[in-house]
Structures are given as structure tokens and as C-alpha cells.
């Protein structure tokens, strides 16, 4: 299937296409989103395919490159070998090998398997483990976009297995679990009827309460931490949690995804030099798809550049995370860093405009980080995403914040 597509045969691929899947999106909309992606460089595989058993689908996943920035090829096909799913995401997947940063303290705590839930939607993560009497406080790691694993690989880096183990290292247990679109891929197709809720505020709830029953974790302790779209989404998590001891946020956006894409796409055309005709022809082509999801209604056909259901969209019509930030109580600490192009120092300003004048608000930018606050200079860019570890200043003012929160 990879051979059709690099060769532009997406007639030949969405014929293997499934009803639900042809019932999802048009030929029209394949094409569109599938050229878009090739518009970022040449393409090429990096790695082996990858194939997994989920249920009565199988998943393969096949490792890109397109320029600067490694992407996975993943194709969920039914049991009568039709195509259930196909989607292109940022990539998990690199040639180096993860090492725990200096930050770490291994002897200060111990890795245990843990579930969370025990439903159709049961998710397996990991909990560092105190040694010592406790009570502890403890903080779940909720991820950002894509079908994130529990360390929210990113090629070589591991976000959070750096933020749980730094942590851990600094007296502070963390949850951190395997994201449901990532476990359970086969179950979110286009046209399946979820939203944000589904894909990451009902677990990150779930994860507040397991921490609240173990033994160890003082259940008046317990802090929600949200990188990226898991920060745009946290305050929705505290609504849905009124326990919670507090919230960090790192990298959250505040603007609508659809802003985001454009400003990337913008920001990535630009990195090499000028913008080429062919690039400004594509960046106003993306304006239109952006201005078309700005005026989704029910009824409407779903915008290729956001290949999400239609109650996705709509119920992100007027969210404001920092306006629904502004109706919480509990402390809060947002960090961002100044070189990131994912999301920007304009929603950095956003969330000090909304929050700054709060006393128990803390907001800290860092110029030399990127949006995995991994340290570097210049400008960055994907090719950053290699390897690096989360920056130690940032491991410790995570930990300082929640030993000095409801003391």
C-alpha cells in the first residue's frame, strides 16, 4: 500500500477502503490530506514495518521521513482485509537509544505495571514508586495529540519517562499510562462519534481517582500535569475533578488547533529560507481548509485538515482553556518554552493575560527550550526531536511547585 501512495495512486488505495471508511471521507479529501503531508519534503522509510493484533484488526505501522520531520504510516485493516483506518502522524520512532538524564535517582524509587480501570477502555501505565512511609504526593502525566505511548516517545526523547523519573527522583509519585487512541486505534476510525473527552479527559479523570486509592499517595496531593494538547485540555480535566490538588501545564495551547496547523505550516516553510511559489500556493489553500473548520456546522462534510468527527469539532466550538481556567480555584503552574514553534509564545501571552494577575498562578518561560523542553539554539525544528532529555531546570521547578503547594 506505501508503493500506491508515494506514487499518487489514491484510487487504487481508497478502493480497498471499507463502508465505514468510504462513508467517512471522500476520495477528494485522501488526496487532498495525503499530498499535503508529501509537501514537507521528499519521502522516505526509516524502519521496518510494524504489525500488532487489536481484536479482530491489525495494525501496521510503517516509519517515514518527509524533510525534517519523522512521521509513522499506519493502516488498520478489518478482518476481511479491508482498510478500517489509515492516518499519518508525527513519528515515534529513532535510532537512539533513550538513557535516563543525570537528573535521575533510581535508588529513590522502583517502576510498577499498574491498570488503569478495568472496563472495555482499561489502560496499561506505569507507577514510579516511593521508597519510604509516605504519604507522597503525586502528579498523572496526560499526553498531547497523536496515539501517544506512556513516556510520550517522540522519536529518540521520552517526555515523560524523563518527568516521571526526575520526579520520582525529587519525592514525588507519577502516573503515567499508555494513551486510548494508542491501545485501542482500531476503535476510533473517523466516523466513530468521540471528541476530546473520550481521547483524553475521561482517562486523565480516571487516573486522578487510582492514584487517590493507593496507600502511599496522600489523596489531598494528587496534580494533574497536561504537555501540549493535554494542557489545552486540563482545565477541563480539573472541572471534571474538583480533588485535584493542582494543575501544570506545559506547552498548552490556548487558540484552536486549526490556528496552530497554520502558524506550524507557516513557521516550517519558512525554516530553510525564503517561501517558494509552491509553498505559498499551499499555505493559502491551508488558510481556506482552516477558515472552513472556523465555520463547521453540523451537516457539513469535515475539512481534510482535520480528519476528526464531526462531534470533534463541535465541541471544541468556543472552548477557551484559559477563560475556563479563570472558574478554577486550585493553584496552577504553566511553563513554556520561547523557542517553541508548536505552540507559541502567543499562547504563553494568553494564559498570562487570563491568569498572571492570579496569586496562586505561577507562569515561567524558559529561552532556550523547545516544545519538549529540551534545551538548544537558534531556531528550532523536528530534526530537534532525535534526542535530548527534558531540561533539569525544568524537572526541578515542577518538583519545588508541588512541595510547596497545600503545605
Known sequence: MLDLWES??????????????????SLDQYRQGSEQVKS???????GAPRAAKKGAYMV???????GTMALDFRVTWDGNGRIAGTFISPGRHSTAEWQPPAYVDTARFEARNVTIGDDEWKLPGTLTVLKGNGPFPALVLVHGSGPNDRDESIEGTKVFKDLALGLSSRGIMVLRYDKRTQVYPQRFPPEANFTMNEETVDDAVRAAAFLRTQAAIDPRRVFVLGHSQGGYMAPRICKRDPKLAGLIILAGNVRPLEDLILEQSEY?????GDVT??????????????????????GHK???????????????????????????TMPMLILQGERDYQVSMRDFALWKAALGQRRNVTLRSYANLNHLFIAGEGKSSPAEYVSGHVDATVVEDIARWIRSSNQ
Open 302 to 328: 469535515v475539512p481534510s485538515l482535520l480528519p476528526v468527527p464531526a462531534a470533534y469539532l463541535l465541541d471544541l466550538q468556543g472552548y477557551n482553556p484559559a477563560t475556563a481556567a479563570q472558574g478554577l
Open 8 to 25: 499518487g495512486k489514491y484510487d487504487a488505495i481508497y478502493g480497498m477502503f471499507n463502508e465505514e471508511m468510504r462513508r467517512a471521507i
Open 268 to 272: 516550517l516553510a519558512g525554516l530553510q
Open 60 to 66: 501496521v505501522v510503517i516509519p517515514l521521513e518527509a
Open 277 to 298: 511559489p509552491q509553498q505559498r500556493k499551499q499555505l493559502e489553500e491551508l488558510k481556506k481548509q482552516v477558515q472552513e473548520i472556523k465555520d463547521f456546522k453540523p
Open 40 to 46: 514537507m519534503g521528499a519521502i522516505k522509510t526509516t
